[in-house]
């Protein structure tokens, strides 16, 4: 299972994404999940990948080899929409290559991806890329997207994350986010691979591989889990009735 959150904001772009692809007693798998297309001074492309890897693998090969070539390719489009067009369609093409017609039913060759950046004289922007291609853009009211498993790291998202979240804020509940996550969830894992985008650099980003030992990692999730646990017990009980 894999879990992977983007945050379209103010002052730039969040990543994060786990690298377990697979959990059990006897296996534990690990590929990065987190994907870099750049020219610095033109455009900085974050990609994120969520389903079958075999799938998502194919698209992210076939995006980076078109890249070195004249063709229409994410490194030359006029466009933040142009470019998760053609993500998109390279998703499609792959899907339809592997499993013509839809004959094979009993295997899920879907994946979901997440594409955020800034070309040069655009603002950043952020898109979710369904497993039929198609996509939608994130808002100023809903800046931030999830794909894999994000149902249980959402609700801290909606309690503390909008357009106006400083950069430092986000990458903070993003690890909040992974930690309530891998807490009722084993499969997502660390490490936890990071970038920050910061508005209108046009560079590299800042990019963080989170280990299983990392300081800052364990102390914000024991204050969170302090706080929580002390927050509830400030509580005022309800008088329960006897009957």
């Given at each position: 299972?894999?879990?992977?959150?983007?945050?379209r904001?103010?002052?730039?772009?969040?990543?994060a994404?786990?690298s377990?692809?697979?959990?059990?007693?006897?296996?534990?798998?690990?590929?990065?999940?987190?994907?870099?297309?750049?020219?610095?001074?033109?455009?900085?492309?974050v990609l994120?990948?969520?389903?079958?890897?075999a799938?998502s693998?194919?698209?992210i090969?076939?995006?980076e080899r078109?890249?070195?070539?004249?063709?229409?390719?994410?490194?030359?489009?006029?466009?933040?929409f142009?470019?998760?067009?053609?993500?998109?369609?390279?998703m499609?093409?792959v899907i339809?290559?592997?499993?013509?017609?839809?004959?094979?039913?009993?295997?899920?060759?879907?994946?979901?991806?997440?594409?955020?950046g800034?070309?040069?004289?655009?603002?950043?922007?952020?898109?979710?890329?369904?497993p039929?291609?198609n996509?939608?853009?994130?808002t100023?009211?809903?800046?931030?997207?999830?794909?894999?498993?994000s149902?249980?790291?959402k609700p801290?998202?909606?309690r503390?994350?909008?357009?106006?979240?400083?950069l430092?804020?986000a990458y903070?509940?993003?690890?909040?986010?992974?930690?309530?996550?891998?807490?009722?969830?084993?499969?997502?894992?660390?490490?936890i691979?990071?970038?920050?985008?910061?508005?209108?650099?046009?560079?590299?980003?800042?990019?963080?591989?989170?280990?299983?030992?990392?300081?800052?990692?364990?102390?914000?999730?024991?204050?969170?889990?302090?706080?929580i646990q002390?927050?509830?017990n400030?509580?005022e009980?309800?008088?329960l009735?006897?009957?």
């Open positions: 299972m894999t879990y992977c959150v983007a945050m904001l103010a002052d730039g772009l969040v990543f994404s786990d377990r692809t697979n959990a059990g007693f006897d296996q534990i798998s690990t590929f990065r999940k987190m994907h870099v297309f750049e020219k610095p001074g033109e455009r900085e492309l994120l990948s969520a389903g079958n890897l799938t693998q194919s698209v090969s076939l995006l078109q890249a070195g070539t004249d063709v229409h390719n994410v490194l030359n489009t006029g466009s933040m142009e470019t998760a067009e053609i993500v998109g369609q390279t499609r093409e339809r290559r592997d499993n013509p017609d839809g004959r094979l039913s009993h295997v899920d060759f879907s994946c979901s991806l997440i594409l955020g800034q070309i040069r004289g655009e603002e950043p922007r952020l898109f979710n890329i369904y039929e291609g996509f939608i853009e994130a100023e009211e809903t800046p931030f997207f999830q794909i894999g498993e149902k249980y790291g801290i998202l909606d503390v994350i909008s357009y106006k979240t400083p430092n804020r903070q509940c993003a690890l909040i986010s992974f930690d309530s996550t891998m807490k009722s969830n084993l499969s997502v894992g660390m490490p691979d990071v970038a920050i985008y910061q508005r209108d650099a046009l560079k590299p980003c800042f990019t963080e591989r989170v280990e299983e030992n990392s300081n800052y990692f364990d102390e914000l999730r024991q204050q969170w889990h302090e706080g002390g927050l509830f400030q509580l009980p309800p008088v009735a006897s009957r």
